[in-house]
T-cell receptor, first 115, second 113 residues
Framework: QQQVKQSPQSLIVQKGGISIINCAYE??????FPWYQQFPGKGPALLIA?????SEKKEGRFTISFNKSAKQFSLHIMDSQPGDSATYFC??????????????FGQGTRLTINP | EAQVTQNPRYLITVTGKKLTVTCSQN?????MSWYRQDPGLGLRQIYY???????DKGDVPEGYKVSRKEKRNFPLILESPSPNQTSLYFC????????????FGSGTQLSVL
């Protein structure tokens, strides 16, 4: 049973466009929501994270939007660049005390930015 | 350079032949984990360790063993590998229980024939 559902599975965006990846969860105890970025042949790396006390967090071209009532959160990549082509994973954790070791990951989205 | 090192990067084996995938981190992290990555399923946790001699099962522990005899090392052991354990494996670590950021290794692609 997938606790965090991610969509789409793959996404193609033109250079300069906006990339949007969505995640939904069921467990209302989740209270930490990170996004990880993975390039081919590499391990995932933390990109940006949010806690439910805010509805949006922005870091450069990357923004997380969080909707607590809908139990959904999304990653927006503005002005998408070919270098953003990677697989993106959303995740959630319901145990801040144990921190990252209780992360549950989504299925992943393979993003391709066409030049 | 701060990093999580896994070996080997690629491994092809046959059903039933015991193998070990090593993982080492040089950041003095307390927490270490093993994940497997499969298409359409994302990353699923196999085992994790909160400190030396403290390990616990993740979401998909069947068929795997781990040990944490030293803080820096967290090997993954498959005592009798089966084809359904063919996957991409990642070791990860984080500083301590108050720090959520995971640092991942570069992965081990395992094929069990």
């Amino acid at each position: 049973q997938q606790q965090v559902k991610q969509s789409p599975q793959s996404l193609i965006v033109q250079k300069g466009g906006i990339s949007i990846i969505n995640c939904a969860y069921e467990n209302t105890a989740f209270d930490y929501f990170p996004w990880y970025q993975q390039f081919p042949g590499k391990g995932p790396a933390l990109l940006i994270a949010i806690r439910p006390d805010v509805s949006e967090k922005k870091e450069g071209r990357f923004t997380i939007s969080f909707n607590k009532s809908a139990k959904q959160f999304s990653l927006h990549i503005m002005d998408s660049q070919p270098g953003d082509s990677a697989t993106y994973f959303c995740a959630a954790s319901d145990d801040i005390i144990q921190g990252a070791q209780k992360l549950v990951f989504g299925q992943g989205t393979r993003l391709t930015i066409n030049p | 350079e701060a990093q999580v090192t896994q070996n080997p990067r690629y491994l092809i084996t046959v059903t039933g032949k015991k193998l070990t995938v090593t993982c080492s981190q040089n950041m003095n992290h307390e927490y270490m984990s093993w994940y497997r990555q499969d298409p359409g399923l994302g990353l699923r946790q196999i085992y994790y360790s909160m400190n030396v001699e403290v390990t616990d099962k993740g979401d998909v522990p069947e068929g795997y063993k781990v040990s944490r005899k030293e803080k820096r090392n967290f090997p993954l052991i498959l005592e009798s590998p089966s084809p359904n354990q063919t996957s991409l494996y990642f070791c990860a670590s984080s500083l301590d229980r108050d720090n959520e950021k995971l640092f991942f290794g570069s992965g081990t692609q395992l094929s069990v024939l």
